[in-house]
C-alpha cells in the first residue's frame, strides 16, 4: 500500500481564493512527522509546514495550514489567499518513527500535486 | 551561507560509464539522503546515512552506491549506469537527533542534478 497518497494530479485555484490540496497517509507508528514541500518550475525543494503525530494544534505558516486528521490519516494543506507564485508543485511527506529509531531516516513522499493559481 | 551543494547539476552520460554526484553540506548535519524524482512517482529515497559510516538504503537502491566517510559529505555513485536512471537527484540534510522545540528536524535539499543516461 502507498505510505503517502495524493490524489490530485493538478488543481487550478484563482488568485486570492483558498484551496485544499489532498494528503493521506498510512503508517502503524505511533510517532512519525508530516511534512509539506513545495517546488516551483525552478526545481528546488521548499519546506512549507510540519505537523507531528502528537502535535495538539494543526500547523500554521503565516498563509499555509495543515489540517491534520489523525483518525482519518489525512494531512491536507490549507493554502489561503492564494498568489501567483504559488503556482508549483506540492509534496506531502512522512517520517515515522522515533529519532534513533531504525526507521527514522526513511522518508517518504507522495506523487505530488500540480497547484496553478490564475489571475 | 547554510546550504546543501551538489555537483553537477547537469549531466549527459553513456550507458556503463562509472559516474559520482557530489553532495556537500556545511551545516554540520548528522543526517544525510539521496532522492530520486521521476514524473508521477514524486520523490523516491535512495540511501541515506544516520552518520559518518553509517548508511542504510531506502526505497530504490539498485544500482547506486554511497559512502560516508566524512561528515560533510555524501557521494552517490552509479557504477554502471543505465538509461532507467535517467531522472533528478537530490542530496538533503538535517540534524539527525531527537527533534526540538520545533519538532521537525526539517530536510534541506541541494538545487538537484539532472542525469541523462544514454
Known amino acids: 500500500a502507498q505510505k503517502i497518497t495524493q490524489t490530485q494530479p493538478g488543481m487550478f485555484v484563482q488568485e486570492k481564493e483558498a484551496v485544499t490540496l489532498d494528503c493521506t497517509y498510512d503508517t502503524s507508528d505511533q510517532s512519525y512527522g508530516l511534512f509539506w514541500y513545495k517546488q516551483p518550475s525552478s526545481g528546488e525543494m521548499i519546506f512549507l509546514i510540519y505537523?507531528?503525530?502528537?502535535?495538539?494544534q494543526n500547523a500554521t505558516e503565516g498563509r499555509y495550514s495543515l489540517n491534520f486528521q489523525k483518525a482519518r490519516k489525512s494531512a491536507n494543506l490549507v493554502i489561503s489567499a492564494s498568489q501567483l507564485g504559488d503556482s508549483a508543485m506540492y509534496f506531502c511527506?512522512?517520517?515515522?518513527?522515533?529519532?534513533?529509531?531504525?526507521?527514522?531516516?526513511?522518508?517518504?513522499f507522495g506523487q505530488g500535486t500540480i497547484l496553478t493559481v490564475h489571475p | 551561507e547554510a546550504q546543501v551543494t551538489q555537483n553537477p547539476r547537469y549531466l549527459i552520460t553513456v550507458t556503463g560509464k562509472k559516474l559520482t554526484v557530489t553532495c556537500s553540506q556545511n551545516?554540520?548535519?548528522?543526517?544525510m539522503s539521496w532522492y530520486r524524482q521521476d514524473p508521477g512517482l514524486g520523490l523516491r529515497q535512495i540511501y541515506y546515512s544516520m552518520n559518518v559510516e553509517v548508511t542504510d538504503k531506502g526505497d530504490v537502491p539498485e544500482g547506486y552506491k554511497v559512502s560516508r566517510k566524512e561528515k560533510r559529505n555524501f557521494p552517490l555513485i552509479l557504477e554502471s549506469p543505465s538509461p532507467n536512471q535517467t531522472s533528478l537527484y537530490f542530496c538533503?540534510?538535517?540534524?539527525?537527533?531527537?527533534?526540538?522545540?520545533?519538532?521537525?528536524?526539517?530536510?534541506?535539499f541541494g538545487a538537484g542534478s539532472r542525469l541523462t543516461v544514454l
Open positions: 538533503a540534510s538535517r540534524f539527525a537527533g531527537t527533534p526540538g522545540l520545533s519538532g521537525a528536524n526539517v530536510l534541506t
Open positions: 551545516m554540520n548535519h548528522e543526517y
Open positions: 511527506a512522512m517520517r515515522e518513527g522515533r529519532a534513533g529509531g531504525t526507521s527514522y531516516g526513511k522518508l517518504t
Open positions: 505537523q507531528g503525530s502528537y502535535d495538539e
